[in-house]
């Protein structure tokens, strides 16, 4: 499964912006989704992630109520919905799947990667 990601960019404070994660195969469909981020000088850290049939998603204590992950299965591509931007949420943002069924949090469980979009949110 190859992932290619979308939407980053520059936005100030108390915006929003939408990333996209369009994927390579359609077994995609089966697989669990999530999102990481990586801010620079510091370890790459879970964001959100969705199950496989989209019935389950769970968020970051740190962006819950303000990020909204979803998946579109017919067109193969996962969204992070992102409002209420603040700095400290500058990062470059990565997809990833994994073969689970389930939802999972743990950066080894997933098997591909995007290439990485990178956000900045000014003060």
């Known amino acids: 499964v190859q992932l290619v990601e979308s939407g980053g960019g520059l936005v100030q404070a108390g915006g929003s912006l939408r990333l996209s994660c369009a994927a390579s195969?359609?077994?995609?469909?089966?697989?669990?989704m999530g999102w990481f981020r990586q801010a620079p000088g510091k370890e790459r850290e879970f964001v959100a992630a969705i199950s496989w049939n989209a019935g389950i998603t769970y968020y970051a204590e740190s962006v819950r109520g303000r990020f909204t992950i979803s998946r579109d299965k017919a067109k193969n591509t996962a969204f992070l919905q992102m409002n209420s931007l603040k700095p400290e949420d500058t990062a470059v943002y990565y997809c990833?799947?994994?073969?689970?069924?389930?939802?999972?949090?743990?950066?080894?469980?997933?098997?591909?990667w995007g290439q990485g979009a990178q956000v900045t949110v000014s003060s």
């Open positions: 195969q359609r077994t995609f469909r089966c697989y669990a």
């Open positions: 990833a799947a994994s073969p689970s069924a389930g939802i999972v949090i743990h950066f080894y469980e997933y098997d591909y």
